[in-house]
């Protein structure tokens, strides 16, 4: 059974600090990992696809790393603001296998 | 707004009936997902299709069957209902065929199974 597991479950922030969260998954057979935000009460909206070893991406203050050798990768918000209040999720895109996510809560 | 269209928005009904969610992918896609979130569970793959052909399937039960049409658009069947298929139904889409593009997901259908 193949296992994407997030950590931590949730998270509570103060507004303007920085934050990080894991997902950690299979090493081997590799192919792609995606991050997205889930707002209560909407739809998950991708964040970023994250294919090769070494992998960095940024949108705005999100930042996402990747090491498929020992199979995670940290999601990071900078300065964080009441907005970005939501679950973050993980998928393996071999099989599209979720995690179940870690919810962020930033206190103003 | 993504783009990606699912009704109805939410259904109710009884056990051991049938019901068939729709989704209309974002214009352009070919792939489309469906995904089931039950209480307290993640987001779970059911089935894939791309351009008219299942592509990928995950845990979807013998009484869940799906298909795309021509148009691109997708109909997920549910039969013999039971109460433990109460969840939101997601469908997602994405360009082409590989799971290496995000996927745009739709607002979901809530089933609830009385």
């Known amino acids: ?108 | 707004d993504s783009g990606v269209t699912q009704t109805p928005k939410h259904l109710i009904t009884a056990t051991g009936q049938r019901v068939t969610l729709r989704c209309s992918p974002r214009s352009g896609d070919l792939s489309v997902y469906w995904y089931q979130q039950s209480l307290d569970q993640g987001l779970q793959f059911l089935i894939q299709y791309y351009n008219g052909e299942e592509r990928a399937k995950g845990n979807i039960l013998e009484r869940f069957s799906a298909q795309q049409f021509p148009d691109l658009h997708s109909e997920l069947n549910l039969s013999s209902l039971e109460l433990g298929d109460s969840a939101l139904y997601f469908c997602a889409s994405s360009p082409a065929g590989s799971s290496n593009q995000p996927q745009h997901f739709g607002d979901g259908t809530r089933l609830s199974i009385l």
């Open chain 1, 1 to 108: 059974i193949l296992n994407v597991e997030q950590s931590p479950q949730s998270l509570h922030v103060q507004e303007g600090d920085s934050t990080n969260f894991t997902c950690s998954f299979p090493s081997s057979n590799f192919y792609a990992l995606h991050w997205y935000r889930w707002e209560t009460a909407k739809s998950p909206e991708a964040l970023f696809v994250m294919t090769l070893n070494g992998d960095e991406k940024k949108k705005g203050r999100i930042s996402a790393t990747l090491n498929t050798k020992e199979g995670y990768s940290y999601l990071y918000i900078k300065g964080s603001q009441p907005e970005d209040s939501a679950t973050y999720l993980c998928a393996f895109a071999q099989k599209l296998v979720f995690g179940q996510g870690t919810r962020l809560t930033i206190n103003p």
